[in-house]
């Protein structure tokens, strides 16, 4: 192993203990690797990926810092199933037996 490398890493992690770190779906961290936004991971064996903790804990240290801006809402009048009718109309009771 390269002298770099071993200085590098110091210890690893595997995915329950990524999980309890970083609440995000396995196919949400895949999808954020694949694109850079997210520590990539690497085998150990055939059958055993890891993590590098200090890249991790870095990842979480600059969303903290630099907080993402949430999602807008989306327009409930332009769905195509169960579009919402007017925002200002109050929804009808149901009827009474009198």
Same mark, same amino acid.
């Given at each position: 192993?390269?002298?770099?490398?071993?200085?590098?890493?110091?210890?690893?992690?595997?995915?329950?203990?990524?999980?309890?770190?970083? @609440?995000?779906?396995?196919?949400?961290?895949?999808?954020?690797?694949?694109?850079?936004?997210?520590?990539?991971?690497?085998?150990?064996? @055939?059958?055993?990926?890891?993590?590098?903790?200090?890249?991790?804990?870095?990842?979480?240290?600059?969303?903290?810092?630099?907080?993402?801006?949430?999602?807008?809402? @989306?327009?409930?009048?332009?769905?195509?199933?169960?579009?919402?009718?007017?925002?200002?109309?109050? @929804?009808?009771?149901?009827?009474?037996?009198?």
């Amino acid at each position: 192993m390269a002298a770099g490398l071993e200085k590098s890493i110091k210890r690893t992690i595997r995915r329950h203990q990524l999980r309890e770190m970083v @609440p995000l779906a396995d196919s949400t961290i895949y999808e954020m690797e694949q694109r850079g936004e997210f520590p990539r991971r690497f085998a150990l064996s @055939p059958r055993c990926v890891v993590w590098d903790l200090s890249e991790v804990e870095a990842w979480l240290a600059s969303r903290r810092s630099a907080p993402i801006p949430r999602a807008q809402h @989306p327009d409930v009048t332009q769905r195509r199933s169960r579009p919402v009718k007017a925002l200002g109309r109050a @929804p009808r009771a149901a009827s009474t037996v009198e």
